[in-house]
């Protein structure tokens, strides 16, 4: 890096399209690379094609579960938040569940939803949507229709929501949760529920001082880093909404925990139906809730399928190995 005067930002940045085939690396970006001696690629995620050879795809898992590694402060504080976290935890035996929540501003703006309703909330999102997508959602001819995009399972989990499904999937209000999340939109209204029926409920925030948090608070990336590390660890993993978080930490744990670990990825569809009907009640509700986690619960080991991402689905590319000395470490017992 001497050469670069030890600046990232000198380094020759090499743009790739998206889901590019490992002959164009041979044809194109090798010779730079040869040439330059190092590169940087820019954006970097799902710069290659799903479809690879099977020594590439261990190759990938290998980078992706083992070799990269996150910076040490993140790696200390994240440490400390997983120990601080097991002994809050320590009448369910150092366990608990992790949920990964997505209801910050830009969330619930871009996802069209309609939440509390009323003039204030529209008013309120539409001016969001605005400042981060200008002119996006307003150009002619755009039709949007909450409704639909409700009942297709688009819509952002609520708070009140998650914690409904959660109590009625048999998780008691002693359950200890890891809340991984941004900052909440309209969070002291919004968190009340979800706090009530899980008083247990903590988050970085709730487990590291202000001076702890300071060095990364205004990075998104790093405070995603440090839930990404404490949710790896966790007894179980629940997903509210898609996107490189739940999908990378899906197949982070499957590679640790030998191909399968507690999931729950609801199915969003089914729970806009039962959330909206006026008619269902608890007895009913929790009947279709524990259906739902037990389904989660007994898909096992699940085998990559052409054109899905071998980092949510590493098995059976990167945990088929030639011998037992070549397997990953087991990470601390949970």
């Given at each position: 890096m001497e050469r670069f005067s030890n600046n990232l930002s000198n380094v020759y940045n090499f743009k790739i399209k998206a889901w590019s085939p490992i002959q164009y690396y041979k044809d194109v970006v090798l010779p730079k690379l040869i040439e330059e001696r190092l590169i940087r690629i820019s954006p970097f995620a799902n710069r290659l094609s799903v479809d690879a050879p099977p020594a590439v795809q261990r190759l990938r898992c290998l980078a992706n579960f083992e070799a990269l590694k996150f910076s040490k402060p993140i790696t200390a504080l994240s440490d400390t938040l997983i120990s601080r976290m097991r002994e809050k935890s320590v009448e369910n035996n150092g366990k608990y569940v992790a949920v990964h929540l997505r209801f910050?501003?830009?969330?619930?703006?871009?996802?069209?939803?309609?939440?509390?309703?009323?003039?204030?909330?529209?008013?309120?999102?539409?001016?969001?949507?605005?400042?981060?997508?200008?002119?996006?959602?307003?150009?002619?001819?755009?039709?949007?229709?909450?409704?639909?995009?409700?009942?297709?399972?688009?819509?952002?989990?609520?708070?009140?929501?998650?914690?409904?499904?959660?109590?009625?999937?048999?998780?008691?209000?002693?359950?200890?949760?890891?809340?991984?999340?941004?900052?909440?939109?309209?969070?002291?209204?919004?968190m009340a529920p979800l706090l009530e029926m899980f008083p247990l409920l903590q988050t970085k925030e709730t487990l590291a001082s202000d001076e702890e948090l300071a060095p990364f608070k205004n990075f998104s990336s790093r405070m995603a880093a440090i839930d990404y590390s404490v949710c790896v660890h966790s007894e179980v993993f629940v997903t509210t909404q898609g996107g490189n978080f739940p999908h990378f930490l899906l197949g982070h744990r499957r590679y640790l925990y030998g191909g399968h670990s507690k999931t729950i990825k609801p199915d969003k569809r089914r729970l806009a139906i039962l959330f909206d009907s006026p008619r269902i009640g608890w007895?009913?509700?929790?009947?279709?809730?524990?259906?739902?986690?037990?389904?989660?619960?007994?898909?096992?080991?699940?085998?990559?399928?052409?054109?899905?991402?071998?980092?949510?689905?590493?098995?059976?590319?990167?945990?088929?190995?030639?011998?037992?000395?070549?397997?990953?470490?087991?990470?601390?017992a949970r």
């Open positions: 910050e501003e830009d969330m619930v703006a871009f996802s069209c939803c309609v939440f509390d309703g009323g003039d204030e909330e529209k008013k309120e999102l539409d001016e969001a949507r605005e400042r981060g997508w200008r002119g996006k959602f307003t150009r002619p001819g755009r039709v949007i229709r909450p409704g639909a995009i409700r009942m297709n399972g688009k819509c952002p989990l609520t708070p009140l929501e998650v914690g409904l499904m959660l109590r009625g999937m048999g998780f008691s209000n002693k359950t200890s949760i890891y809340l991984a999340s941004g900052r909440i939109y309209k969070a002291e209204k919004n007895k009913s509700l929790k009947r279709q809730l524990l259906n739902m986690r037990s389904h989660s619960d007994a898909k096992g080991i699940q085998m990559k399928r052409a054109n899905e991402s071998v980092y949510t689905f590493p098995s059976p590319d990167c945990m088929c190995h030639p011998n037992k000395s070549e397997r990953p470490k087991p990470i601390q």
